[in-house]
């Protein structure tokens, strides 16, 4: 008996291989450089035998892999069996991401999507906003889209400046004790009470409390463990691996985190809905968007009956695709998740870089306080309008997400057959394009000595001699950050609260250049990064 399953297992093992090696031509056949696959996992940036042997950042050997090969217009990859198209150059990247959208719609491709259980925390996962698909997608993202408007941000600013002055409290409190603190951590607090205040009214108060469970929980969403590697290859590699997890009731994502936000979220709706109360943040915001769909749906239902079909059939909307409250939820949670980690890491690179570079926080700083003193009624912080006109405060954080991109690896899934422009290469629907943020990012052709900090690079000239797709810290085309306003202003009202008040200098405990965290989904600094602050004179 054990023979007999021995050799079932290597007739499967040797099944795929020979499938697998077969399909791995393909790159090679087109005369495409391409990174070298190994069995059975590829050579994506997402999975290989290195994530278990010599783990590196995603977004870093999304890098490496450009750079070996020169910064190529293209190449390939493969991710198990399916080529992957790893874009490197500005004009590709505006072609597949917004000119062919069409054929690029969705994020992930069946095989990612497969990569599942019907465990109610995957599923939850697979109904956020950024895994939905065609036309599911596009509705659900029209319906949000308005939330993060200018005139909706403005009525969340007096949210923010709550947090920040809890921010540069904490930042006074460092300053008088004279000792060095780490940014992560520090900022990490900042993100949390923010998001939490503005999106869901909750004080998650992680300025006061060193074991916030509000930034425990949400630190694990992005850190992957070999557990969490583990679980994916047995549902991605192994025949019955999903069976066997849904009958063990184990989510391939991470349940004890999800479920945490997922209550909390859950509770704060049910709480709005039953007392009928307001506060202007996300939630309601949200919720105002999930009944003007309902009411839009019943008009246009109402409409169509009046319209029969040839057929006598009604020409209605497929109630499968419209908004209901899981997606609400689901969405809240990756706003939640994801803006917490992003908004955090940008504002430590920012705040490390500037107290290694003196004078372009001096330059900073210089606006900053001309700004503030055009506050008047004894405002604390500038409107809206005022802190979106300081242009170098604006170039300070898009140095940083131009050298530090939050995600260095953005996919997109051919969803019918593409032939890639100039070339004689057909990708098939299901096959991946990704494009390699850090590799357009860090060329030395688009942003000479690109290791430099520099926010010079984006003042208006330099970026009207640039591709508009040279930068990608927020994506582009129709599936574009959504939270990019919110994010920008969060980070902005911090710095502006931080440097009106305080400067960073560095410290013997200061890292002369930082790696990234092999155990992040995100590029995120693997070393503490530690400062000081002092008092302005």
């Known amino acids: 008996m054990i023979f007999e399953i021995v050799l079932g297992v290597l007739c499967i093992i040797a099944y795929y291989y020979l499938k697998f090696h077969r399909i791995w031509k393909f790159w090679e056949n087109h005369h495409v450089p391409f ?22 950042n995603l977004n870093q050997k999304g890098f490496d892999q450009a750079k070996i090969l020169g ?14 198209l790893a874009v490197c150059d500005p004009d590709l990247a505006k072609q597949i991401m917004t000119k062919d959208f069409d054929h690029f719609v969705d994020r992930q491709g069946e095989v990612m999507k497969s990569i599942t259980t019907s465990h109610f925390v995957d599923q939850l996962w697979g109904q956020q906003l950024t895994a939905l698909q065609g036309d ?17 941000l403005k009525g969340m600013m007096h949210f923010i400046h709550l947090v920040t002055n809890d921010l540069v409290k904490s930042k006074g409190q460092e300053a008088d004790r004279g000792t060095p603190f780490e940014l992560k951590e520090k900022f990490g607090k900042f993100s949390m009470d923010t998001i939490a205040s503005c999106a869901f009214g909750v004080n998650a108060d992680s300025f006061k409390d060193p074991k916030s469970t509000f930034a425990s929980n949400a630190r694990v969403m992005f850190r992957n463990s070999l557990p969490d590697f583990a679980k994916f290859v047995f549902v991605a590699g192994i025949p019955g691996g999903r069976t066997l997890m849904e009958k063990l009731n184990i989510p391939l994502q991470k349940k004890s985190p999800t479920m945490f936000f997922y209550d909390i979220i859950k509770q704060t709706i049910d709480h709005r809905l039953r007392m009928n109360v307001r506060r202007n943040d996300l ?24 319209h029969l079909d040839a057929d006598g059939g009604l020409d209605h909307p ?20 994801a803006g917490y980690d992003t908004t955090a890491q940008t504002l430590a690179i920012t705040s490390f870089y500037l107290a290694r570079n003196p004078d372009i926080q001096e330059k900073l700083s210089q606006e900053i306080m001309e700004a503030g003193a055009e506050l008047q009624d004894g405002n604390t912080y500038p409107d809206y309008h005022h802190i979106q006109s300081l242009p170098y405060l604006d170039m300070v954080l898009h140095e940083t997400l131009r050298i530090n991109p939050a995600l260095g690896v ?22 991946d394009a990704h494009i390699y943020v850090s590799a357009i990012h860090m060329n030395p052709d688009i942003y000479p000595d690109p290791d430099k900090y520099d926010p010079e690079r984006f003042t208006k000239e330099a970026i009207s001699r640039r591709h508009a797709y040279s930068f990608l810290g927020f994506g582009q085309g129709p599936r574009n950050c959504i939270g990019m306003r919110f994010a920008l202003l969060e980070a902005k009202l911090a710095l502006f609260g931080i440097l009106r008040s305080y400067k960073f200098i560095t410290c013997k405990e200061t890292v002369e250049k930082f790696t990234l965290d092999p155990t992040a989904i995100l590029a995120a600094p693997k070393e503490p990064l530690f400062v000081k602050v002092v008092a302005r004179t």
Not at 43 to 56: M, R
């Open 35 to 56: 990174i070298k696959p190994s069995f059975p996992f590829g050579s994506s940036t997402f999975l290989t035998w290195e994530t278990f042997t010599s783990p590196i």
């Open 71 to 84: 910064f190529p217009t293209f190449f390939g990859t493969y991710f198990f069996q399916t080529p992957i």
């Open 136 to 152: 599911e997608w596009k509705i659900t993202r029209n319906i949000f889209t308005p939330i993060f408007t200018a005139g909706k």
């Open 283 to 306: 939630v309601d915001l949200m919720l105002d968007a999930l009944k003007a769909d309902q009411e839009t749906r019943v008009e246009n239902e109402s409409t169509a009956k009046s």
């Open 318 to 337: 497929n109630s499968d695709t419209s908004m209901d409250e899981l997606k609400l939820v689901a969405t809240a949670f990756v706003i939640l998740i």
């Open 410 to 431: 953005i996919s997109r899934t051919c969803t019918k057959d593409y032939h890639v422009p100039g070339t004689n290469i057909s990708l098939k629907r299901g096959y």
